[in-house]
């Protein structure tokens, strides 16, 4: 289990501004070069870099899992933390991937994971009270009125629905189910 969080964890650092097929390539390869903490902390930046790319920011991404890695190493005896605050401590660890890392590694809900995409369409669909300018902002307004047994799933619906159907520019609206009831597909 301890390795399955660590896994968990790195997949996430990897994902942000990476295209999901990008990622887990990544991380097929890092997990067939044995993916534990001991062995990352063994490999040098370089190989890390090549394994990992074509990732988005990789480079900064090295960094960030060397760092994060050794950390882990000598505060949390190779595990991940168990709470969001610890764990956006961690170097290349935003709310967004310590909600979805509580969610995954640990199977406890802390708060709704809100990304861009989950940001842009809350906002369309005026499930804020106000506009929010950023997703942890979003975060906090959704979890004031959205109940609590919801929030695990929000993450998942939406980010697929915001790459296939709900895009940043030129939204599909004449294609979505939700045209209907959508405050911007009406514009």
């Keep these: 289990p301890q390795v399955m969080r660590y896994q968990v964890l790195l997949s996430l650092m990897l994902s942000s501004q990476t295209k999901d ?16 903490v001991d062995n990352v902390l063994q490999m040098d930046d ?21 760092q994060t890695t050794a950390i882990l190493k000598q505060k949390y005896g190779g595990d991940i933390p168990r709470t969001v605050e610890e764990l956006v401590q ?15 590694a ?10 861009t995409h989950v ?3 809350t ?3 005026k499930w804020v009270k106000k506009e929010t300018r950023s997703p942890e902002a ?27 159907t709900c895009l940043p520019v030129n939204p599909r609206c ?6 209907d009831i959508c405050p911007a597909a009406k514009r």
């Excluded at 961690?90 to 995954?104: E, F, T, Y």
Aim: aromatic share 8%; charged share 20%; glycine share 8%.
């Design 138 to 164: 979003t975060r906090v307004a959704l979890e004031d009125w959205l109940p609590r047994d919801l929030w695990r799933e929000l993450n998942w619906l939406l980010v697929g629905f915001g790459q296939q």
């Design 21 to 36: 097929q990008v990622t887990s390539a990544a991380m097929l390869r890092l997990r067939q070069r044995g993916l534990t």
């Design 106 to 115: 640990w199977d406890s809900v802390s708060g709704i994971a809100v990304d």
């Design 90 to 104: 961690l170097p290349g660890v935003g709310p967004k991937m310590a909600h979805l890392a509580m969610n995954i």
């Design 46 to 66: 370089a190989t890390l870099g090549q394994i990992i790319y074509p990732v988005g920011f990789w480079r900064n991404k090295v960094k960030y899992i060397k």
């Design 123 to 125: 906002n369309r669909l």
């Design 174 to 179: 004449n294609e979505c189910l939700n045209r």
């Design 119 to 121: 940001h842009r369409i």
